[in-house]
């Protein structure tokens, strides 16, 4: 069956980088876009980004731009969302959602990352 | 930036109500939106798509409507499990964009 496998909950200090990976399996990777999705304590959803693993194309939400890196190993079929800088306010559970049609129609359980001096 | 508005923010309800959700864009998103249901502790999950198109697996008592900048969702006959938060989508534009929610809870 699709599913999107991801990470383990993480703990960052203010400063520091957070890399949270995503492996696909049960179709083919190469076929569909990854879509980044973070969600912080008690509120909504927030896109982050997507990525085309075919031809690592990508686009990243303005207000995380210059922050955030998408890449894709086609080898593995595991999608990666990198962030740097982290603030406490980028606490937050992060989603990996396979893309149909620029909608999200698969979605990881998510990674829980915390970012605490 | 296409920015999405729902309401209400919550819709106390009981089971066996009908459920009717608004999502208002800023501009036209012509057909692209869909909604997404997210129950504590879990990932959302598709339920329409393209405004009107259920998405697989979700059962018939789900309907989307709507088209340009007015979209509503409607759950016909409340189940037990429907209680959740429900969140529009649009794919007009980048970036995608969510409206804030709206909490279907239990009157």
């Known amino acids: 069956q699709v599913q999107l496998v991801q990470s383990g909950a993480e703990v960052r200090k203010p400063g520091a980088s957070m890399r949270v990976s995503c492996k696909a399996s049960g179709y083919i990777f190469t076929k569909y876009g990854i879509n980044w999705v973070r969600q912080a304590p008690g509120q909504g959803l927030e896109w982050m980004g997507w990525i085309n693993p075919y031809n690592g194309d990508t686009n990243y939400a303005q207000t995380l731009q210059g922050r955030v890196t998408l890449t894709t190993d086609t080898s593995t079929n595991i999608a990666y969302m990198e962030l740097r800088s982290l603030r406490s306010d980028d606490t937050a559970i992060f989603y990996c959602?396979?893309?149909?049609?620029?909608?999200?129609?698969?979605w990881g359980k998510g990674t829980t990352v915390t970012v605490s001096s | 930036e296409i920015v999405l508005t729902q309401s209400p923010a919550t819709l106390s309800l009981s089971p066996g109500e009908r459920a009717t959700l608004s999502c208002r864009a800023s501009?036209?998103?012509?057909?692209?939106l869909a909604w997404y249901q997210q129950k504590p502790g879990q990932s959302p999950r598709l339920v329409i798509y393209?405004?009107?198109n259920r998405a697989t697996g979700i059962p018939a008592r789900f309907s989307g409507s709507g088209s340009g900048t007015d979209f509503t969702l409607t759950i016909s006959s409340l189940e037990p499990e429907d209680f959740a938060v429900y969140y529009c989508q649009q794919r007009s534009n980048w970036p995608l964009t969510f409206g804030g929610g709206t909490k279907v809870e239990i009157k």
């Open positions: 501009q036209s998103v012509s057909s692209y």
């Open positions: 393209d405004a009107s």
């Open positions: 959602a396979r893309e149909h049609n620029s909608y999200m129609d698969v």
